[in-house]
């Protein structure tokens, strides 16, 4: 094997684990995507949760996902400077611990029933979670053969979707009671008085499951500090890359990265869309949150039989980037269906109109656009990994735009209406996957040779 010591920290190079480092280091990894999930998806439940308890409209309770996701684009880039500094077990330890100030941020703004202090909690959330994602998402893509990196970002992706299906169900069943929709019912027709105790009451339900929560982040920070997790040294190059990459003086010199970059964009605000709207979606046809607050995890669900399929058909049966171009086609042709398919179906008990169906369906046509466009983005980078995953970290901002933009059209509109906005997401995302990824020069002159090949695409 072969060691190399900096600044103290341990550095195993790329390729030389074995079975059993890569083993152990996939559960570690895994254990740290279900607390992704955990904390990511329970803000389908935060956002109507919010919108009750604090008075809001569409636009403003979807400042839920933009406080948590523009943390991303804000704090990508010092999260890369932080890990080259103390290495990745110790920036994810510190990434935890910032996370762990952002949920107890949840209590004095439970106790004053201030919707800017929930904000900030999850600003800070988000924060530390852009230290993880930093560090995870390249740590798991370059940690195989990369081949194999949809199947082993479809693993992490169970471990994250298993723990979104969890969570909107079991903070529901802490924060609602069964005689809430009676409740909610007759607030419009409460006095001032009596309505602020009620919302009170409410919103200071997530102070003992976010002190909870708090106390269990910082004790899985420490644990991964002294866990047996090893360090991965992205700087060393290949003589072909180290050859290939020689005139490369910044991230703007690969195309395909840019490219997949606003790809990811794309991605997650389509995907923050079809589970973090499901529920209000769910309560312009008439049905109560008690009720609703299962398609969050219906979403999550086909996500991961997406993940499952990923698993078992790649690559033996098909190639990584055949997938990417299914995906991102089922993605637009549901979401016309969301607009256009029209009667009421009873599924899995539940009345609806058939398209809110088409928005659990976007989570299969989701599932594997992330694993596929990373392997993509991130290939013969070489040095210029770290700072390019960040870059497809900063992305992640997209998840704090859309839903932004789609409380603003429903306002305007109607939340059906407002789902035209992922068409266009789609139509971005089949041009990456079809042809986007190959672009390895800016210059389309005739002769011009190309800076950097291809070795994922067939």
Request: proline share 4%; aromatic share 14%.
């Given at each position: 094997?072969?060691?190399?010591?900096?600044?103290?920290?341990?550095?195993?190079?790329?390729?030389?684990?074995?079975?059993?480092e890569?083993?152990?280091?996939?559960?570690?990894?895994?254990?740290?995507?279900?607390?992704?999930?955990?904390?990511?998806?329970?803000?389908?439940?935060?956002?109507?949760?919010?919108?009750?308890?604090?008075?809001?409209?569409?636009?403003?309770?979807?400042?839920?996902?933009?406080?948590?996701?523009?943390?991303?684009?804000?704090?990508?880039?010092?999260?890369?400077?932080l890990?080259?500094?103390?290495?990745?077990?110790?920036?994810?330890?510190?990434?935890?611990?910032?996370?762990?100030?952002?949920?107890?941020?949840?209590?004095?703004?439970?106790?004053?029933?201030?919707?800017?202090?929930?904000?900030?909690?999850?600003?800070?959330?988000?924060?530390?979670?852009?230290?993880?994602?930093?560090a995870?998402?390249?740590?798991?893509?370059?940690?195989?053969?990369?081949e194999?990196?949809?199947?082993?970002?479809?693993?992490?992706?169970?471990?994250?979707?298993?723990?979104?299906?969890?969570?909107?169900?079991?903070?529901?069943?802490?924060?609602?009671?069964?005689?809430?929709?009676?409740?909610l019912?007759?607030?419009?027709?409460?006095?001032?008085?009596?309505?602020?105790?009620?919302?009170?009451?409410?919103?200071?339900?997530?102070?003992?499951?976010?002190?909870?929560?708090?106390?269990?982040?910082?004790?899985?920070?420490?644990?991964?500090?002294?866990?047996?997790?090893?360090?991965?040294d992205?700087?060393?190059?290949?003589?072909?890359?180290?050859?290939?990459?020689?005139?490369?003086?910044?991230?703007?010199?690969?195309p395909?990265?840019?490219l997949?970059?606003?790809?990811?964009?794309?991605?997650?605000?389509?995907?923050?869309?079809?589970?973090?709207?499901?529920?209000?979606?769910a309560?312009?046809?008439?049905?109560?949150?008690?009720?609703?607050?299962?398609?969050?995890?219906?979403?999550?669900?086909?996500?991961?039989v997406?993940y499952?399929?990923?698993?078992?058909?790649?690559?033996?049966?098909?190639s990584?980037?055949?997938?990417?171009?299914?995906?991102?086609?089922?993605?637009?042709?549901?979401?016309?269906?969301?607009?256009?398919?029209?009667?009421?179906?009873?599924?899995?008990?539940?009345?609806?109109?058939?398209?809110?169906?088409?928005?659990?369906?976007?989570?299969?046509?989701?599932?594997?656009?992330?694993?596929?466009?990373?392997?993509?983005?991130?290939?013969?980078l070489?040095?210029?990994?770290?700072?390019?995953?960040?870059?497809l970290?900063?992305?992640?901002?997209?998840?704090?735009?859309?839903?932004?933009?789609?409380?603003?059209?429903?306002?305007?509109?109607?939340?059906?209406?407002?789902y035209?906005?992922?068409?266009?997401?789609?139509?971005?995302?089949?041009?990456?996957?079809?042809?986007?990824?190959?672009?390895?020069?800016?210059?389309?002159?005739?002769?011009?040779?190309?800076?950097?090949?291809?070795?994922?695409?067939?």
């Open positions: 094997m072969s060691i190399k010591t900096k600044k103290s920290i341990v550095q195993v190079q790329v390729g030389t684990l074995s079975g059993r890569t083993t152990i280091s996939m559960l570690i990894l895994g254990s740290l995507f279900f607390v992704f999930g955990f904390i990511t998806w329970v803000n389908a439940i935060l956002i109507p949760y919010f919108k009750i308890a604090c008075e809001l409209t569409n636009f403003q309770s979807y400042l839920v996902a933009f406080a948590f996701y523009i943390s991303y684009f804000l704090m990508s880039v010092p999260s890369s400077y890990l080259k500094a103390v290495g990745f077990k110790k920036g994810i330890m510190y990434g935890l611990w910032l996370m762990a100030i952002g949920v107890l941020i949840f209590i004095p703004a439970a106790l004053s029933r201030t919707y800017e202090i929930f904000l900030i909690g999850l600003f800070t959330i988000g924060s530390g979670l852009a230290i993880l994602q930093t995870a998402n390249p740590y798991i893509t370059i940690l195989g053969h990369k194999r990196a949809v199947q082993r970002i479809s693993m992490m992706g169970i471990c994250n979707k298993g723990a979104g299906i969890l969570a909107p169900l079991l903070f529901a069943s802490v924060i609602f009671k069964v005689t809430d929709n009676e409740l019912q007759q607030l419009p027709f409460m006095g001032e008085i009596q309505k602020n105790e009620v919302l009170d009451e409410l919103i200071r339900r997530v102070i003992v499951p976010y002190a909870i929560l708090g106390v269990a982040l910082i004790g899985f920070g420490i644990f991964i500090r002294y866990s047996p997790l090893p360090e991965i992205t700087e060393q190059e290949s003589p072909e890359l180290l050859t290939l990459n020689a005139d490369k003086k910044n991230l703007f010199q690969f395909y990265l840019i997949g970059v606003l790809a990811i964009f794309f991605h997650v605000g389509t995907q923050v869309i079809a589970i973090d709207t499901i529920i209000g979606y309560n312009s046809m008439g049905i109560q949150i008690m009720e609703a607050k299962v398609f969050p995890s219906y979403t999550l669900f086909s996500t991961i997406g499952v399929l990923g698993i078992i058909l790649i690559p033996k049966y098909i990584q980037v055949n997938v990417l171009r299914i995906c991102t086609s089922l993605g637009a042709i549901f979401t016309l269906l969301i607009i256009y398919a029209f009667g009421t179906r009873t599924i899995l008990g539940h009345t609806a109109d058939i398209s809110i169906w088409f928005v659990v369906l976007l989570g299969l046509a989701n599932s594997l656009v992330w694993a596929g466009i990373w392997p993509l983005a991130l290939n013969n070489g040095r210029f990994t770290k700072v390019g995953s960040s870059a970290i900063m992305a992640l901002c997209g998840s704090a735009l859309f839903p932004l933009l789609y409380g603003y059209v429903a306002d305007i509109y109607n939340v059906r209406s407002a035209w906005i992922l068409f266009p997401c789609y139509l971005y995302l089949m041009f990456y996957a079809f042809y986007g990824h190959k672009i390895s020069y800016w210059s389309l002159r005739r002769g011009k040779k190309p800076v950097a090949k291809f070795m994922m695409s067939k």
